[in-house]
Nanobody
Framework: QVQLVESGGGSVQAGGSLRLSCAAARYYGSFFCMGWFRQASGKEREAVAKINIGGAYGYYADSVKGRFTISYDDAKNTLYLQMNSLKPEDTAMYYC??????????????GGQGTQVTVSS
């Protein structure tokens, strides 16, 4: 069982920044895949950013490239999503998720409860 706990969501004005955190219960290995997904009201869940913990894979949705950065802290077993230049269209419930390889899978089966991000114009 993969346990993940998200934090860091909130409300911010357009152009602002937020950092999301996702604490994993333990280290699952350098091959492990972790990522951030989001689901806006009335829309399907989409992948925002994904990485392989060992650094061999990285993915960003086109809509967030250049604004969001995904990273992993080995010492803390924690995944981060730094979100800059936020836009109202970034408003969604953000979910941390994990999966065993390949990291290119469109869905990750191990997920947290989600944290709400609201960006006002």
């Amino acid at each position: 069982q993969v346990q993940l706990v998200e934090s860091g969501g909130g409300s911010v004005q357009a152009g602002g920044s937020l950092r999301l955190s996702c604490a994993a219960a333990r280290y699952y290995g350098s091959f492990f895949c972790m990522g951030w997904f989001r689901q806006a009201s009335g829309k399907e869940r989409e992948a925002v950013a994904k990485i392989n913990i060992g650094g061999a894979y990285g993915y960003y949705a086109d809509s967030v490239k250049g604004r969001f950065t995904i990273s992993y802290d080995d010492a803390k077993n924690t995944l981060y999503l730094q979100m800059n230049s936020l836009k109202p269209e970034d408003t969604a419930m953000y979910y941390c998720a994990a999966e065993f390889p390949p990291c290119s899978k469109s869905t990750y089966n191990y997920g947290g409860q989600g944290t709400q991000v609201t960006v006002s114009s």
